[in-house]
C-alpha cells in the first residue's frame, strides 16, 4: 500500500548522525512522566510477615529474616526433602516458631492488609492473625509453595512466591526486611461510570476490561442505588498497567496520572522536539519501564517512549502518532510482560491493524515486537513501511475523550491513505460497527436511545418521533439489543474507512406522531398506539366505546373515565 498521491512527501536529507544528535536532544526536553500526583494510595506495615509452604522451607526461610515484628508459619503440603539431614536442620531453625497445620480457606489482601482464613477440625473458619500478629491481618506474606497460592499474574504489594531453589529468594527476603513502615503508590485508575457501557437498567453490556487485568484488579458488582452491576477498580492492587484503559472503547476507564490527554501532548512534543532537532522520519518505540532498550542499538531515528507497562495507551493515542508524523508505531514486549498483556497487544493491535488497510495504510505501521528480537523485529517493519517514511505531520487536534480522539485520528488517516471505501468485516465484539434496526418491529419507544452509553442512538430533537445513529460513536456494547421489547436491533460488527458513514448521523426509523384525539396534543408513535391497542384489544377497561381512551393522551384518557364514572358509577365494579 502507498500514501495518497495527491499528498507531497518530504524529502530526506539528515543524515544517521543527526537523527541520533536530533533524538538526543528529544530525550533530554521530554517531560516527565509523572509531575503531580493526586489521591496517593497509603500503605502501612508494621512487618508482620506469613510464610506458608512445606513445612522445611518455611522454616528454613524464617531463620534468614531479620528485623520484623513477627513471623507467622502456615505448613501445607509435603517437605521438599526427606533427607535425615535436611530435616533436622529444618527443624532446628527457628525453634521458638510453631507450625499452624489448618488446611487454607482462603488468602486475600495487599501489603499492610492480608487476610487470612483457615478450616478448623470442626469446619469452624478461623482466622489467625488476631493471635499471633495482635491485629486481624498480616502485612506480607512469602509463598515457598510450588503453585501460587494467589494467581494473579501481577502479584499484589507485599505478596512473594518464590521457588525454594530460586535465586530470587535471597532478593525477595531482602526486600521484605525493607517494607515496614509507611509506603505509597499512585492511584493509577479512574471510572467513569456514567460513559461505561458495561450495565444499565439491569441489562449487561460490554465486559471487555474483566478479562485483561493481570493484577485481578477489576470486578463488576451491584451494590449500587439501582443494583445495576458497576465496574470497580481495586486500586490497593492496581499495578498500572494500562490494560483496562486500552481495552476499554469508551474511555470509561482512563489512567489519572498521566492523563490520557497529558500522554498525547507529551507524546507529540517528543516527536515535535526531534523534528526541530534536525531529526526526520521519526517512528516510535513503546516499552514498559522495566525492559532494558539499547538506545545505541536502534535505529538513530527510533525514538524510544517508556510506560508504566507496554499496553499503557491505546489505539486513540498509537493512531494520533502516526497523524503527527510517525512513520509507524511499535510496542515491544519481552518475557517479563505479563502474558494476559502479550494477548491484548495482539489483539488490539490486530485489531486496529485491520482498520489501517482499510484506510488504505499497511497495517505494519502498528506493530508488535519482541525485544528478544528487535534487531530483526524492526528490520522487517522498516521494509513493510518504507513508502510511508515521507509523511508529513498532519495538524494537530485536542484530546476529546477517547472515541472522539479515535474518530479524528481514523479521518485523518483516511485522507493521508489511498483507501478503496469498502466497508470491512470485523470479529464479533469489536468495538466497532453499526445497529440494524427492524422497522416494522420498531415502535420507536426509545429505550435503545435511554440506555445507550454513547448516544451513538439518538432521537429527534424536534416533535417527530426519529431514531438516528451515528456510527463512529458505537462501540457494539450490546445494551440496545438487550434492551429493546421487540427485538428490533441486532449488532454487526464492522468498520467503514469514509468518514461520511462513520462520522454522519444517519436516521434509522421516521415516523409522524400520534395526536390525541381529544385535545391534539402529540403524545406517542403511530407505531406505539399500533402496538398497545393490539396488546390491550381484549382489556375490559377498553371495550366498546372505551376503546378510543387508547388513542388518548394520559389527561384526557384520565378524563373520559371520570365522565364514564360520573354518568354511570357503576361501571368500576364491571371491569
Known amino acids: 500500500m502507498k500514501p495518497n498521491s495527491l499528498i507531497p512527501m518530504k524529502v530526506f536529507t539528515a543524515s544517521s548522525q543527526d537523527n541520533a544528535r536530533a533524538r538526543q536532544q528529544a530525550i533530554n526536553a521530554l517531560p516527565p512522566v509523572l509531575t503531580l500526583q493526586d489521591n496517593l494510595i497509603t500503605y502501612t506495615s508494621q512487618g508482620h510477615l506469613l510464610i506458608l509452604g512445606p513445612e522445611d522451607l518455611i522454616r528454613l526461610a524464617a531463620a534468614q529474616l531479620s528485623g520484623l515484628k513477627s513471623i507467622t508459619l502456615l505448613a501445607m503440603g509435603q517437605v ?279 484506510l488504505g495504510h499497511p497495517a505494519q505501521r502498528l506493530s508488535l515486537v519482541d525485544v528478544a528480537f528487535l534487531d530483526t523485529d524492526l528490520a522487517e517493519l522498516e521494509d513493510a513501511v518504507a513508502p510511508w517514511r515521507g509523511m508529513p505531520e498532519g495538524p494537530s487536534y485536542p484530546y476529546q475523550g477517547k472515541r472522539k480522539t479515535l474518530n479524528e485520528a481514523l479521518d485523518r488517516l483516511y485522507e493521508q491513505g489511498d483507501a478503496d471505501d469498502a466497508i470491512v468485516t470485523l470479529p464479533m465484539g469489536s468495538p466497532y460497527g453499526q445497529v440494524r434496526v427492524d422497522v416494522d418491529a420498531c415502535t420507536l419507544c426509545m429505550s435503545c436511545v435511554a440506555i445507550c452509553p454513547t448516544s451513538a442512538l439518538h432521537s429527534g430533537k424536534d416533535q417527530s418521533p426519529r431514531l438516528s445513529f451515528l456510527e463512529g460513536d458505537c462501540v457494539q456494547c450490546g445494551l440496545c439489543e438487550r434492551a429493546c421489547p421487540e427485538q428490533a436491533i441486532q449488532l454487526e460488527a464492522r468498520f467503514a474507512p469514509a468518514a461520511g458513514i462513520r462520522g454522519e448521523p444517519r436516521v434509522m426509523k421516521e415516523e409522524e406522531p400520534f395526536h390525541c384525539i381529544s385535545c391534539g396534543k402529540a403524545f406517542a408513535t403511530q407505531s406505539t398506539i399500533k402496538k398497545i391497542s393490539q396488546k390491550l384489544e381484549a382489556h375490559p377497561y377498553f371495550q366498546g366505546d372505551a376503546a378510543k381512551r387508547l388513542h388518548m393522551c394520559e389527561d384526557c384518557r384520565v378524563r373520559d373515565s371520570y365522565r364514564e364514572l360520573a354518568a354511570d358509577p357503576e361501571a368500576q365494579l364491571r371491569l
Open 80 to 358: 521438599s526433602s526427606q533427607s535425615d539431614e535436611h530435616l533436622e536442620k529444618a527443624l532446628a531453625a527457628v525453634p521458638e516458631l510453631t507450625s499452624i497445620y489448618l488446611p487454607l480457606e482462603s488468602l486475600t489482601g495487599w501489603l499492610g492488609s492480608y487476610h487470612l482464613q483457615l478450616k478448623s477440625p470442626q469446619g469452624d473458619i478461623v482466622n489467625p492473625a488476631k493471635l499471633y500478629t495482635g491485629k486481624d491481618t498480616f502485612d506480607m506474606v512469602l509463598d515457598l509453595n510450588l503453585e501460587p497460592t494467589l494467581a494473579a499474574e501481577m502479584s499484589p504489594p507485599g505478596y512473594f512466591h518464590i521457588a525454594a531453589d530460586s535465586d530470587h529468594l535471597v532478593q525477595a527476603i531482602e526486600e521484605i526486611s525493607s517494607l515496614v513502615g509507611e509506603f505509597e503508590k499512585p492511584e493509577y485508575v479512574q471510572v467513569n461510570h456514567d460513559i461505561c457501557a458495561h450495565s444499565d437498567r439491569g441489562k449487561l453490556g460490554c465486559t471487555r476490561c474483566l478479562d485483561v487485568c493481570p493484577a485481578d484488579a477489576i470486578t463488576s458488582h451491584n451494590r449500587t442505588d439501582t443494583h445495576d452491576f458497576q465496574i470497580s477498580v481495586d486500586v490497593h492492587l492496581c499495578h498500572g498497567a494500562g490494560s483496562c484503559t486500552t481495552a476499554c472503547p469508551t474511555g470509561a476507564l482512563t489512567f489519572a496520572a498521566p492523563r490520557p490527554q497529558s500522554q498525547l501532548e507529551r507524546l507529540r512534543h517528543y516527536l515535535d522536539s526531534y523534528r526541530q532537532a534536525g531529526g526526520e522520519h521519526p517512528a516510535i518505540l513503546i516499552h514498559a519501564e522495566h525492559t532494558d532498550i539499547d538506545l545505541e542499538s536502534l535505529p538513530t531515528h527510533v525514538l524510544p517512549v517508556a510506560l508504566e507497562e507496554a499496553a499503557g495507551a491505546g489505539a486513540e493515542i498509537w493512531l494520533a502518532l502516526l497523524v503527527q508524523g510517525a512513520t509507524y508505531v511499535a510496542i515491544a514486549v519481552d518475557e517479563e510482560t505479563p502474558p494476559s498483556l502479550q494477548r491484548l497487544l495482539k489483539d488490539e493491535i490486530k485489531l486496529t491493524g485491520r482498520l489501517l488497510t482499510a
